[in-house]
C-alpha cells in the first residue's frame, strides 16, 4: 500500500519558515522524482518543486531564492523548507512521487500552511 504522509505545516507569521516533511512507504522512492505541490483558498492547485532521483531541482518563479526543496533517500522523505514566508503561500501543500514510465504517480493527503500578516 502507496501512502505519502505530509507533516510540518501549521500558522505562521509573515517572514517566518517552516519545514515540511513527506514520508512515503510502499513505493521505490530512490527512483522516483518527488514534487511539492499546493492549492491556495479559491485556486487550483500549482507545481512548487521537484526534485529529480538524482538531485537536480526545480523551483516555480513564485518560490525561487525562498523555497528549498531536499530529500533523505535514506528515510524515504523529502522536505521543503519555506523561507520569508508571504501571505500569499498560504495554502494546502501537498507531496507527490512523480510516476515511472508507464507507472502511476501518487498523493499525499496535504498540509496546511497557513501564513498571517
Known amino acids: 500500500q502507496v501512502q505519502l504522509v505530509e507533516s510540518g505545516g501549521g500558522l505562521v507569521q509573515a517572514g517566518g519558515s517552516l519545514r515540511l516533511s513527506c514520508a512515503a512507504s510502499?513505493?521505490?522512492?530512490?527512483?522516483?522524482?518527488m514534487a511539492w505541490y499546493r492549492q491556495p483558498p479559491g485556486k487550483q492547485r500549482e507545481l512548487v518543486a521537484t526534485?529529480?532521483?538524482?538531485?537536480?531541482?526545480y523551483y516555480a518563479g513564485f518560490v525561487k531564492g525562498r523555497f528549498i526543496i531536499s530529500r533523505d533517500n535514506a528515510k524515504n522523505t523529502v522536505y521543503l523548507g519555506m523561507n520569508s514566508l508571504k501571505p500569499e503561500d498560504t495554502a494546502v501543500y501537498y507531496c507527490?512521487?512523480?510516476?515511472?514510465?508507464?507507472?502511476?504517480?501518487?498523493w499525499g493527503q496535504g498540509t496546511q500552511v497557513t501564513v498571517s500578516s
Open positions: 507527490k512521487a512523480e510516476p515511472v514510465v508507464g507507472g502511476l504517480g501518487y
Open positions: 510502499g513505493i521505490s522512492f530512490n527512483i522516483r522524482a
Open positions: 526534485i529529480s532521483k538524482g538531485g537536480g531541482t
